[in-house]
């Protein structure tokens, strides 16, 4: 089985948990790790399991994951199984006007979900978050193992 791990980052978090996801996927599958501006649309077609993991900017991926999301065809990722993950901050310790915000404007990871799926991708996981400490990070305390476990979830199914 050949799996693709697409990731953006911005400050090098997003990319830290890609590259936990894609070292613990390897123990059971092929893996590659690509940032997505480094892809070439070629790699996907033999792809038998995707996972892509962005950033949330307000509430959304980057540009640079969502250009590559609308430029997949329709029904290009059948057979496909995906997943998807973001990194975040948390609504815990927020002051009540962020927490309202974040409820309000979401995560990039379910948005993410949703367009693998309408290309035609079967999800084999609920969306993931993976929280950092502020904009720029680093990653919350646990997060990687966190990542480690996520991924081998995956691995399992």
């Known amino acids: 089985m050949k799996v693709l791990v ?11 948990v890609a590259e936990t996801v894609a070292e613990n ?17 070629k790699i996907l077609s033999d792809t038998d399991f995707l ?23 329709m029904n290009s990722l059948q057979g496909t199984k995906v997943a ?8 815990q310790n927020q002051n009540f006007a962020l927490r309202t915000l974040l409820r309000t ?29 502020n904009k720029k990070g680093p990653l919350a305390n646990g997060e990687l193992e966190r990542a480690k476990t996520w991924a081998i979830s995956l691995a399992t199914l």
Request: charged share 25%; glycine share 10%; net charge negative.
């Open 84 to 91: 998807a993950f973001d990194t975040r901050f948390s609504e």
């Open 6 to 16: 697409i990731y953006d980052s911005m400050y090098g978090n997003t990319k830290k």
């Open 51 to 73: 996972v892509v993991g962005t950033p949330t900017q307000g509430g959304r991926p980057t540009e640079n994951i969502q250009k590559f999301l609308d430029r997949l065809e």
């Open 25 to 41: 996927l390897k123990h059971f599958h092929g893996v590659e790790l690509l940032a997505v501006t480094d892809l070439d649309s």
């Open 105 to 133: 404007v979401g995560y990039a990871a379910p948005r993410i979900t949703d367009a693998l799926k309408i290309k035609g991708g079967d999800l084999v996981a609920p969306p993931e978050g993976f929280i950092v400490s």
